[in-house]
């Protein structure tokens, strides 16, 4: 993916025709997928001479890319009021990922401004200092609106109380061009996902995120702590990470991290910064799921001291963090038990008191969850539409918070220390293959209740885990739907997901001779979950 730094500008005319880049990525997005996979040049005719003169169907390619283009139509709206002093020189196009990697760097001047003790605690709700100025413009004001509908209470999943991107976020964006620029771009990007690439949409979204890539740069240049500039990233991220492969998530978000890291943001920072920080650590916990590796910051680092503090009284919103954190501390020891051999006796015994611990944690979390949390209504599978049991929750909040525990669940029970050469042995028997199965289908079955654009969002990595450990076909193919429909009503790319899980599925047979020395063909559960354990980041699309 590719961004570019020249006078982009909002709404080109109709009849202007975008001029590609050269080298690689200027190979036309409207050749169809014959010539393609000929690598001929296509006329771009329907059809085409190559498939008429074949005789063969002329069809687009699905997967269009985000890619950058330049333009010369003249500025319009909010965002031509700045982009000319914002924006100078001529074009030119670099690797995304790097490129927004490069610029995070650039805070890293002034290194000792670091540390939670140079940072002020902000108040919860922000002092607009500036001047805020309704948008008048109606391209700008119907992508922060559908930023507002959509995109805030994405990231506000576990803020139930200030719900900050919802509320302080957009109110900033009136006074700050940063955050105006971040939430628009992730807001026209989701729009162009959910209705289809039109040319006219992608230009728009690729309007605003390169803009906004610019004044990131600018702004980071100060290496004073700027929440709103945590939130930024955070947003720009989304719109990167949204189309893009799940293993490359982790480059999306290293600059953040730094910036993190820069300025000592954790958990308990107060405000629009801690806000960003808890929404950091769900986006890094998802990235390392999906690649195999330990998150990006270590749980202990979330929080002062390294334990999260249980409260006299577990609200929603608190029960719903150290839900976060205990994934996160999971996560992390699933990642190091793929790289001890445990020959050490007492090694062994250290990594089986640290599981038994974990497990001891999550169970107590479990029944520690506040009434609001407690299930609606509970009914039993109905068919292929959904053979799962039903269990419904208050809303999407709710139900994403369960996910994420069962998922805890679910990896550490595949992880309980053992060596490598008999990992197999121990996941193919009854008690860790049947338990699994459980938590794999509250996690699949949850999507398939609780339909919630909220909760959908969230649930793609956790799906792509369960989803390989399922057993039965209808099971799997109420799954893939779930997937399907997560990227048509959220744009939320899941064809990797899908791709990983039939790949998955295909490797999962084996053949047991039966008394008349046929060959029976048999799920083996075992293997699928060693599959899973193993996170070979080869076998990642």
Not at 38 to 55: F, I, N, T, Y
Not at 100 to 108: G, H, I, P, T
Not at 501 to 518: D, F, G, I, K, Q
Request: charged share 20%.
């Amino acid at each position: 993916m590719e961004l570019c730094h020249q006078h982009p500008t909002m709404r080109p005319p109709r009849d202007s025709t975008p001029k590609q880049v050269r080298g690689p990525s200027s190979r036309s997005k409207l050749a169809c997928e014959q010539c393609r996979k000929s690598h001929v040049k296509c006329d771009q005719a329907r059809p085409c001479a190559l498939c008429k003169r074949r005789g063969t169907e002329c069809s687009l390619r699905q997967e269009v890319l985000f890619t950058a283009r330049e333009f010369k139509a003249p500025a319009a709206g909010l965002l031509g009021d700045f982009v000319s002093e914002t924006i100078e020189g001529p074009a030119t196009f670099v690797d995304q990922t790097q490129e927004v990697s490069n610029l995070y760097q650039v805070a890293r001047a002034n290194e000792e401004t670091s540390g939670v003790s140079s940072y002020q605690h902000p108040s919860p709700w922000p002092i607009f200092s500036r001047q805020a100025s309704p948008i008048t413009d109606s391209t700008d004001a119907f992508f922060l609106s559908r930023y507002v509908d959509f995109i805030g209470p994405r990231f506000d999943m576990f803020d139930g109380v200030l719900r900050y991107f919802s509320t302080v976020v957009p109110q900033l964006a009136l006074s700050d061009k940063l955050v105006l620029l971040s939430c628009v771009a992730v807001a026209a990007r989701q729009y162009t996902l959910v209705n289809g690439h039109q040319q006219h949409n992608d230009e728009q979204a690729l309007t605003y995120y390169s803009v906004a890539i610019h004044l990131l740069s600018e702004r980071l240049q100060n290496s004073r702590p700027e929440p709103v500039v945590f939130a930024s990233c955070l947003l720009i991220a989304h719109c990167e990470m949204v189309e893009s492969k799940a293993t490359d998530w982790d480059l999306h978000l290293k600059g953040t991290g730094d910036l993190v890291k820069l300025h000592g943001w954790h958990g308990m920072s107060g405000g629009l910064a801690q806000a960003s920080f808890w929404i950091y650590c769900r986006m890094i916990i998802l990235a390392s799921l999906c690649a195999g590796k330990p998150t990006a910051l270590e749980p202990k680092e979330w929080i002062p001291g390294g334990v999260f503090p249980d409260p006299a009284t577990w609200t929603l919103e608190s029960w719903q963090k150290k839900v976060v954190f205990l994934l996160g501390v999971v996560q992390n020891f699933w990642s190091c038990t793929r790289d001890i051999e445990y020959n050490d006796e007492h090694v062994v015994q250290l990594h089986v008191a640290r599981w038994k611990q974990l497990e001891a944690d999550l169970i107590r979390h479990q029944s520690r969850a506040p009434a609001v949390a407690s299930p609606l209504s509970i009914l039993p599978p109905n068919g292929e539409d959904n053979p799962f049991q039903g269990v419904r929750y208050l809303n999407g909040t709710v139900s994403a918070a369960w996910q994420m525990l069962h998922t805890a669940f679910l990896i550490l029970t595949i992880c309980k220390p053992c060596s490598r050469a008999s990992r197999l042995s121990l996941l193919s028997s009854p008690d860790i293959t049947q338990r699994a199965q459980t938590y794999t289908r509250q996690i699949v079955g949850n999507t398939l209740t609780n339909r919630c654009s909220i909760a959908w969002t969230n649930a793609v990595q956790l799906l792509t885990i369960a989803g390989q450990c399922l057993v039965a076909e209808p099971e799997r193919n109420a799954c893939i739907r779930a997937l399907q429909e997560i990227q048509d009503q959220t744009g939320w790319d899941t064809r990797a997901s899908v791709n990983r899980l039939n790949a998955a599925w295909v490797n999962s047979w084996r053949h047991e001779s039966s008394r008349t020395h046929s060959a029976v063909p048999h799920v083996d559960a075992g293997k699928l979950l060693y599959h899973v354990w193993l996170g070979d980041e080869g076998s990642l699309t």
